[in-house]
């Protein structure tokens, strides 16, 4: 544990962050919803939301192994994985999003979603939100406001909307039609850039508002900003990146929840449950403006037959009305608590994404920043694996792999109110 520990400080970036920075956990095996250390002991993973339908599924690791024997890279060449897999993704989305392009990550994802709105608009001005974390890449960081926007001069091609929040916002729920009123926002920029001689090509933001720590926007938001947006000439692009693969329960894809259809959906992270895989989904229309585009790992056939095992084991095993039995237990079960406990101001989510905010009272609603972080570290010794995410990092959020269970749910809850007391 030392001499990784010691190696990691010497030869890894200071910027790239690890759970528990002051005592991390060294992993060393992982298997459905649990997490094992170099000494054996076992964590309740509730924040890997990348290892989808659980660590180390056996269909998903066969699936992975056999293709590994037979081939790694079909770059320049026809290969049935990754048609196949292609064809499958496809077949869960709205019939409108028929080609599917492949990268490595949801960074990737995200700046081809924007590179096909530039090229199918012929504009290149993007709409993000004020709580929105959308990659790493340059221009992901640039609308990625939350995490990024202190270090630097906002650029003339991001214009920045308010993130739809009804707890903290510049509107609260007690606000007739908030949806469309956040909304609003929206078309006011809009006509701002307009009368500046700018126009919008795009508009970007997750179904759930994750890095926000876990905002769902109103009723009718999305569907307004939709009209607006395409009113305007600009497109839509939903990032699914942590919100699609049936993880918001009852809908596969985030954006169904908000009765929309987007122009680009992009994905990642669970698509291949923590293989390098991510996709890029759109219209005909869309696809065909760009003329050019290569990734030499993107669509590999480990990571596409990797791929159709995940869509295999959510089928079979039911996982997305899982998220929302599950996701509902765990989510009922902080609200619950919340009368008992004075920093609890918000519980919120749908399906298996589930944020408990933590403020000093309820009444000033200001952030418990220290407290959310100790509190993560006394689920850490009650072998609990939990997140913080949010602008003031006070939110605690619970994104577990869908194999969770309502024993599981009930368990975190419990030792949650234990240690928050
Ligand atoms: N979009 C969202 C919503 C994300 O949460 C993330 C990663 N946390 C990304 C995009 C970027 O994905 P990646 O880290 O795979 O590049």
């Known amino acids: 544990y030392r001499q990784t520990l010691q190696m990691r400080r010497d030869y890894i970036g200071k910027s790239c962050k690890l759970h528990f920075e002051v005592a991390p956990i060294k992993i060393v095996r992982g298997s459905k919803q649990y997490l094992y250390d170099d000494t054996g002991q076992e964590f309740l993973d509730c924040v890997n939301n990348t290892s989808h339908v659980g660590h180390c599924h056996p269909h998903v690791v066969s699936a992975g192994q056999e293709q590994m024997a037979k081939l790694t890279s079909s770059f320049g060449f026809l290969n049935d994985q990754t048609a196949l897999y292609a064809k499958r993704l496809i ?11 492949f990268v490595s990550s949801g960074s990737e994802g995200n700046d081809l979603a924007l590179r096909l709105a530039a ?85 970007i933001s997750e179904p759930v508002i994750t890095a926000s720590g876990i905002v769902v926007p109103p009723e009718n938001y999305f569907a307004h900003v939709y009209n607006y947006v395409h009113e305007s000439g600009g497109v839509c692009i939903s990032d699914e990146v942590q919100c699609g693969l049936g993880r918001c329960g009852e809908h596969f894809w985030g954006f169904q929840m908000h009765n929309v259809v987007p122009d680009i959906v992009t994905i990642g992270k669970p698509i291949a449950n ?129 194999c969770f269970t309502t024993d599981n749910a009930r368990f975190v809850v419990q030792n949650f109110s234990e240690a928050l007391a």
């Open 274 to 402: 923590g293989y390098p895989l991510a996709a890029v989904i759109t219209t005909k229309e869309i696809a065909d403006s760009l003329t050019d585009f290569s990734s030499t790992f993107g669509g590999n056939p480990v990571a596409c037959a990797i791929g159709r095992a995940v869509l295999d084991v959510i089928e079979n095993e039911k996982l997305t009305s899982s998220a929302k039995n599950v996701g509902k237990c765990l989510k009922d079960g902080f609200k619950a608590i919340q009368h008992k406990h004075p920093m609890i101001g918000d519980v919120r989510g749908v399906g298996m994404l589930v944020g408990v905010e933590l403020v000093m009272d309820k009444t000033s609603k200001k952030p418990a920043k220290e407290s959310a972080e100790i509190l993560a570290y006394k689920l850490k010794e009650k072998k609990i694996i939990i997140g913080i995410e949010g602008a003031d990092k006070n939110v605690l959020v619970l994104l577990p792999p869908l």
């Open 119 to 203: 090229s199918y608009t012929k504009r290149h001005d993007v709409i993000c939100l004020d709580g929105a974390y959308h990659g790493n890449l340059g221009t992901l960081v640039e609308i990625s406001p939350v995490r990024h926007r202190k270090n630097h001069q906002i650029k003339d091609w991001v214009h920045i909307a308010p993130t739809p929040n009804t707890y903290r916002g510049k509107l609260d729920s007690s606000a007739p039609n908030p949806g469309p009123l956040y909304a609003n926002e929206v078309r006011k920029i809009i006509q701002k850039a307009k009368q500046n001689g700018r126009e919008i090509g795009a508009f």
């Open 91 to 101: 077949s869960t989305l709205p019939e409108t999003l028929c080609v599917c392009f």
